[in-house]
């Protein structure tokens, strides 16, 4: 029974041995520069030149919450995330995908700049002169009309951030869609897109009310892509008190 027990935990050792050699990237100073060049090409639009996150999150972190693992992160760039704008690498042969895997694994070494600013000041605007708190929630406090930015700090860097507050039809949230229905009786009714299928369609307004229309009800459904309800604070609010708006919401994390 002994030598039973002792040739199935070889055996499962070796299995665990193999599928760690399966994801083993590559580190040799070519195959990270040839994984720079296919990030730059395939991956930079959304993540940003270094990583610093544009429309996608950044990358410039030690653990992607996505990706834990070389497994997982090589899955994503071959498969996609399903349900977000991340498409799968169907060009990427398997070596490119572990070269650009690599290339990801090494932005999360490179020690990252503070981002400048006094974040506590930045969580007074945020609550009282840009009332940001009346449309967006940190870990359940503040309203529903904007996106939760309880983990933004860890997602989208400073300058997305800045450019999201001073101009924020360039910067709309991937799966956030402004919606204007028009029933045949009743008054029109503009929102977010909250659900939507064949038949019907749910939005919720800037005060936070729900509403579920049946699409046969409906005289038009407008849905403004790339549009946001939000106002520029371009001129609003002080250089200063942007950076220090910037800094407060590149601190916030997660709840762990």
Same mark, same amino acid.
């Given at each position: 029974?002994?030598?039973?027990?002792?040739?199935?935990?070889? #055996?499962?050792?070796?299995?665990?041995?193999? @599928?760690?050699?399966?994801?083993?990237?590559?580190?040799?100073?070519?195959?990270?520069?040839?994984?720079?060049?296919?990030?730059?090409?395939?991956?930079?639009?959304?993540?940003? +030149?270094?990583? !610093?996150?544009?429309?996608?999150?950044? =990358?410039?972190?030690?653990?992607?919450?996505?990706?834990?693992?070389?497994?997982?992160?090589?899955?994503?760039?071959?498969?996609?995330?399903? #349900?977000?704008?991340?498409?799968?690498?169907?060009?990427?042969?398997?070596?490119?995908?572990?070269?650009?895997?690599? *290339?990801?694994?090494? =932005?999360?070494?490179?020690?990252?700049? +503070?981002?400048?600013?006094?974040?506590?000041?930045?969580?007074?605007?945020?609550?009282?002169?840009?009332?940001?708190?009346?449309?967006? $929630?940190?870990?359940?406090?503040?309203?529903?009309?904007?996106?939760? =930015?309880?983990?933004? #700090?860890?997602?989208? $860097?400073?300058?997305?951030?800045? !450019?999201?507050?001073?101009?924020?039809?360039?910067?709309?949230? !991937?799966? *956030?869609?402004?919606? @204007?229905?028009?029933?045949?009786?009743?008054?029109?009714?503009?929102?977010?897109?909250?659900?939507?299928?064949?038949?019907?369609?749910?939005?919720?307004?800037?005060?936070?009310?729900?509403?579920?229309?049946?699409?046969?009800?409906?005289?038009?459904?407008?849905?403004?892509?790339?549009?946001? +309800?939000? +106002?520029?604070?371009?001129?609003?609010?002080?250089?200063?008190? =942007?950076?220090?708006?910037?800094?407060?919401?590149? $601190?916030?994390?997660?709840?762990?």
């Amino acid at each position: 029974m002994k030598l039973v027990l002792s040739l199935l935990v070889s #055996g499962v050792a070796a299995l665990a041995a193999g @599928t760690e050699a399966k994801v083993k990237l590559p580190n040799s100073s070519a195959d990270l520069l040839r994984g720079q060049k296919l990030f730059q090409v395939h991956c930079a639009l959304c993540h940003g +030149p270094k990583g !610093e996150g544009q429309r996608g999150p950044m =990358l410039t972190r030690a653990k992607l919450s996505r990706a834990p693992d070389d497994a997982a992160l090589l899955k994503i760039l071959e498969d996609g995330i399903r #349900g977000t704008e991340m498409p799968g690498a169907g060009a990427m042969s398997d070596r490119e995908m572990r070269q650009t895997a690599a *290339y990801v694994r090494s =932005l999360g070494k490179v020690a990252m700049k +503070p981002v400048p600013g006094d974040a506590a000041h930045g969580a007074e605007i945020f609550r009282g002169k840009g009332n940001c708190a009346g449309c967006h $929630s940190i870990h359940g406090e503040g309203g529903v009309a904007g996106p939760d =930015l309880s983990g933004i #700090g860890e997602s989208r $860097s400073a300058a997305y951030l800045r !450019e999201s507050i001073v101009n924020p039809g360039a910067a709309v949230p !991937e799966g *956030y869609l402004l919606v @204007t229905v028009v029933p045949h009786t009743g008054p029109r009714v503009t929102g977010v897109r909250v659900n939507e299928d064949s038949f019907s369609i749910q939005i919720r307004d800037s005060t936070g009310r729900s509403y579920s229309f049946w699409k046969k009800d409906l005289a038009q459904v407008d849905k403004q892509r790339g549009k946001s +309800p939000m +106002p520029s604070y371009q001129g609003q609010l002080s250089d200063a008190e =942007l950076t220090d708006l910037v800094a407060y919401l590149a $601190s916030l994390k997660e709840a762990k």
